[in-house]
């Protein structure tokens, strides 16, 4: 989501407000403009009163044993905060996950004139990985959530300074990398990941990043620029 919250859409933004999904410098300039724009503040209003009326019909959905604490060992022991944005990522994610299944069941129950059941989705297991230099100094925090194809990285303050761009490559198991694109080396990232990236996402075994001049994107299977951090990808 872009840092300048005057060119989000205000349906996307209000979502993430209602969602808690915004930082809390995010959140604050949110608020700030539903505060002064009416129409802003009617699609926050909207949306709670949407979430408000379909989290009485989800049922209760624990996330895989120890999933929360596998991040955490994951993490910079000095994380500037990022444990705070992990935990907003899972409860978010989870919240949109469910939000979402409801809208679908209660839709399609209305179009065929029954009452709506919700069943839980089969578990996917959601893919973490620290990325390290050659020094062994982690780099760069990721996650992938493969039932939204939503991939989240953050990373350290070993990535900061740097002019050159880094970029995020997919490794397979026969050692064939795969450009997913480039991330921000000083803040957190999010983007949606593509249906074939997806794909290629669930079967990669390691991640890396290449530092790659501004401006330049690389060959989709070949980086141009060095490869300073790479890690295992693990399900939790």
Same mark, same amino acid.
């Given at each position: ?82 444990? @705070?944005?992990? !935990? ?6 989870? =919240?949109?996950? #469910?939000?979402?299944? &409801? *809208? +679908? $069941? /209660? ?79 000083? @803040?957190?990232? !999010? ?6 990236? =997806?794909?290629? #996402?669930?079967?990669? &075994? *390691? +991640? $890396? /990043? ?27």
């Amino acid at each position: 989501m872009s840092e300048d919250l005057d060119r989000d859409a205000p349906a996307d933004l209000a979502a993430e407000l209602s969602l808690r999904l915004l930082s809390p410098a995010e959140e604050a300039g949110a608020r700030a403009r539903a505060a002064s724009d009416p129409a802003f503040a009617a699609e926050v209003e909207a949306w709670d009163a949407r979430l408000a009326g379909m989290i009485d019909e989800v049922a209760p959905v624990d996330a895989p044993p120890g999933a929360w604490a596998a991040i955490l060992r994951r993490l910079p022991a000095n994380d500037d905060g990022r444990t @705070a944005f992990w !935990r907003r990522w899972a409860v978010g994610a989870t =919240g949109l996950l #469910a939000a979402s299944l &409801v *809208a +679908v $069941a /209660v839709l399609s129950a209305q179009l065929a004139g029954r009452p709506a059941t919700v069943e839980a989705p089969a578990p996917q297991p959601i893919r973490v990985a620290t990325l390290r230099l050659e020094t062994g100094q982690s780099a760069l925090i990721l996650a992938y959530d493969p039932a939204t194809g939503a991939l989240f990285a953050s990373p350290t303050e070993a990535m900061a300074g740097d002019e050159r761009v880094p970029h995020l490559w997919l490794v397979g198991a026969d050692g064939g990398v795969t450009l997913v694109g480039a991330v921000d080396g000083e @803040a957190v990232s !999010r983007m949606a990941m593509p249906t074939t990236l =997806g794909s290629a #996402a669930g079967g990669a &075994v *390691a +991640v $890396a /990043v290449s530092m790659e001049a501004p401006g330049h994107t690389p060959d989709l299977h070949r980086p141009d620029g060095p490869v300073v951090a790479s890690g295992e990808l693990e399900r939790l």
